[in-house]
T-cell receptor, first 116, second 110 residues
Framework: GAVVSQHPSRVICKSGTSVKIECRSLDFQATTMFWYRQFPKQSLMLMATSNEGSKATYEQGVEKDKFLINHASLTLSTLTVASAHPEDSSFYICSAGETGQQETQYFGPGTRLLVL | GEDVEQSLFLSVREGDSSVINCTYTDSSSTYLYWYKQEPGAGLQLLTY?????DMKQDQRLTVLLNKKDKHLSLRIADTQTGDSAIYFC??????????FGAGTTVTVRA
């Protein structure tokens, strides 16, 4: 199957710093990628839809100025957690589907963020 | 709250069949999915079914869809210890956003 990578896999940062997470589709192009957040022992909650070449679409309750998304190419989307605080600590997972075959979404391995 | 519901835990003996059940609420869902998540890892797509199908089989996995009752199930035949994980049911509408259930933790005992 298709491969989606995320970098970094784990990050620990101080409160107030910004953290950038990359999501890459390695062997296919994706005009749309999705960012999810998962709290311990809970399900995944969709945060936003990342659209190549245009603005991201955020779900209700997600602060767009806090979670900055850039989808500059057909294989890369980045999520920047601006001025991170301890409550932003979570597992962030992206997904991507090949353009034209988006019914099959492949997930990255996730990035665990811990804000001290 | 979540629109997709699953039982939280399932314990099964190695070699037996596992059946994980899921109910969803949106009759407009076009695709329904089963994902597997192992500890600390991302989600692995196991299988999916188009909403106009009743059943899909893929090796040890059988998916049954009852659209009238909005009920989806995943059967794993000959369950192995490597099948221990959290299994998520998910539905999607036309924009391919996924709405997940809470996940069913499957424990395989020897």
């Amino acid at each position: 199957g298709a491969v989606v990578s995320q970098h970094p896999s784990r990050v620990i940062c101080k409160s107030g710093t910004s953290v950038k997470i990359e999501c890459r589709s390695l062997d296919f192009q994706a005009t749309t990628m999705f960012w999810y957040r998962q709290f311990p022992k809970q399900s995944l909650m969709l945060m936003a839809t990342s659209n190549e070449g245009s603005k991201a679409t955020y779900e209700q309750g997600v602060e767009k100025d806090k979670f900055l998304i850039n989808h500059a190419s057909l294989t890369l989307s980045t999520l920047t957690v601006a001025s991170a605080h301890p409550e932003d600590s979570s597992f962030y997972i992206c997904s991507a589907g090949e353009t034209g075959q988006q019914e099959t979404q492949y997930f990255g391995p996730g990035t665990r963020l811990l804000v001290l | 709250g979540e629109d997709v519901e699953q039982s939280l835990f399932l314990s099964v003996r190695e070699g037996d069949s596992s059946v994980i059940n899921c109910t969803y609420t949106d009759s407009s869902s076009t695709y329904l999915y089963w994902y597997k998540q192992e500890p600390g890892a991302g989600l692995q797509l196991l299988t999916y079914i188009f909403s106009n199908m009743d059943m899909k089989q893929d090796q040890r996995l059988t998916v049954l869809l009852n659209k009238k009752d909005k009920h989806l199930s995943l059967r794993i035949a000959d369950t192995q210890t490597g099948d221990s994980a959290i299994y998520f049911c998910a539905e999607t509408l036309n924009d391919y956003k996924l709405s997940f259930g809470a996940g069913t933790t499957v424990t395989v005992r020897a």
